[in-house]
Structure formats: C-alpha cells, structure tokens
C-alpha cells in the first residue's frame, strides 16, 4: 500500500465515524419531541393560540422570528456549533381552566456527544445534562427532569 493510500484510508475512517458522530445526533432531535410529548404525558393535546387557532403544545424544528413558530427541520438542516447540534423547542403552557395558550416558552438546545454520552445545554440551566445512549436510544429523561423542575420553579407562585 502505498503512502498516499494510507492517507486515503485515514481520509475514509474520518468520513466514516463524522457521518456516525452526526447521524445519531440526528436520530436523538428526530425522538425528542416524541419522547418528551410522553415525558410530560401529552397525547393529542393541543391549544389554542391569541388568533384562536389550534396549535400543538410542543413544537420542536427552527424558531422563525418574523413569524413567531417554530418551522418543523430535517435533522441536516440544523445549524451546528463545533461539535453541537442546535435546534429549539417551543411549549405552549395554558391554565389548568382553559386551552388558551397564557406563556409561550421557547428553549434553545445543544446537543453534543462522546460515545455513548450525550451532553444537552439549554437556555437558562448552568451546566449541561448528561444523557446515555441504551440499546441505540438515547434515554433523555434526566434532561426532561431538568427542563420540567426549571419551568416549576420559574412558573411558581411568588407572594
């Protein structure tokens, strides 16, 4: 094998294991809304907007300033930071009396990982949030335990 064929199989591991690397960062956005619907115990809820139309609790994709939603994204289309996957959610928070919409929350995420750990950074929480990836699923309840205990403390009642 000649020296330049060395390099071009070095070329095609780095090829190979980058495809990886963001492949499954994909696969964890693709399963986040998903699985936190099921975290937070939604099935088909939805509320209803300032303009009265019907829109989903949780949105995740790109967040469109000028139009105020969030734009549903392919996981290649996110915009990536060094070795971060971003993308944001948005959740529709109403009164326990009506569907009306009464906070729009809306949370940037980071996603990185190393192996079979994923480390999430969301807006408003000091440090990241260690995730492990079990039988090619990432298990991202500790990160809906923090977002859920962070909206509990800002949403409590202050006398």
Request: one cysteine or more; a negative charge; charged letters at 25%.
């Amino acid at each position: 094998m000649s020296k330049y064929d060395e390099l071009r199989m070095a070329v095609s591991s780095l090829v190979t294991a980058e495809d990886i690397y963001w492949e499954k960062l994909y696969d964890a956005y693709f399963n986040f809304q998903a699985n936190f619907r099921e975290f937070l115990g939604l099935t088909n809820e939805k509320a209803v907007d300032s303009k009265g139309k019907t829109v989903p609790i949780l949105m995740t994709g790109l967040y469109d300033p000028s139009s105020k939603q969030i734009i549903p994204t392919a996981p290649p289309a996110l915009p990536k930071e060094d070795r971060k996957l971003c993308f944001q959610f948005l959740l529709n928070l109403c009164s326990y009396e009506t569907d009306d919409i009464q906070i729009r929350k809306l949370i940037n995420v980071k996603v990185r990982r190393h192996g079979d750990e994923y480390y999430f950074e969301f807006e408003g929480f000091p440090s990241e949030i260690k995730c492990y990836e079990i039988d090619g699923n990432v298990d991202m309840t500790p990160l809906f335990e923090a977002v859920h205990s962070a909206l509990i403390t800002k949403l409590n009642v202050r006398n």
